[in-house]
């Protein structure tokens, strides 16, 4: 703690490496989700999460650990936007919650320092083969349905009645 304490300040905002905020990006847009089995016209693809992150294929961004990824969550009507990104080539990627699959937009996405991007009918059709019958979860990336028994068993009263 005291070689922390004395090399503060920190040097690392006034780095050449670290670019500020008028010379980062802005990617802005509206994403729907077109779900044929239930309604073809594309509706708001409402709290998903959407960013850009290095080019790959689609999934490639949750296992990639080297460069930049910048991420927000769209509101009610599918709108987000993406503040301060680094310069350089992004592919923009999206989770919409309760669907499963990835959305990849097909278009390198170029930052330039200062730029202002606005991208306009991303529409997700996530992957069917059929309508759904049943299904067990909701896909949205979270543990919530699934039963996490007790982490100390010998704390649990096992009496049984007679």
Known sequence: MWKETASWPYKFPLSADLSHSNQRGIVRGQLQVRQRYINNAPMPAASAYVGVAPPGDVGSWQRENKGYQFWTRADTMGNFLIKDIQVGTYNLYAS?????????????????????????????EPPRNG???????????????????DPNPSLVNHDIEK
């Open 131 to 149: 309508p759904t019958l049943w299904e067990i979860g909701i896909p949205d990336r979270t543990a919530s349905e699934f039963y996490v028994p």
């Open 96 to 124: 919409v919650l309760g669907l499963i699959g990835d959305y990849e937009y097909n278009v390198p996405v170029n930052i330039t320092p200062g730029c202002y991007i606005r991208l306009n009918d991303l529409v997700y």
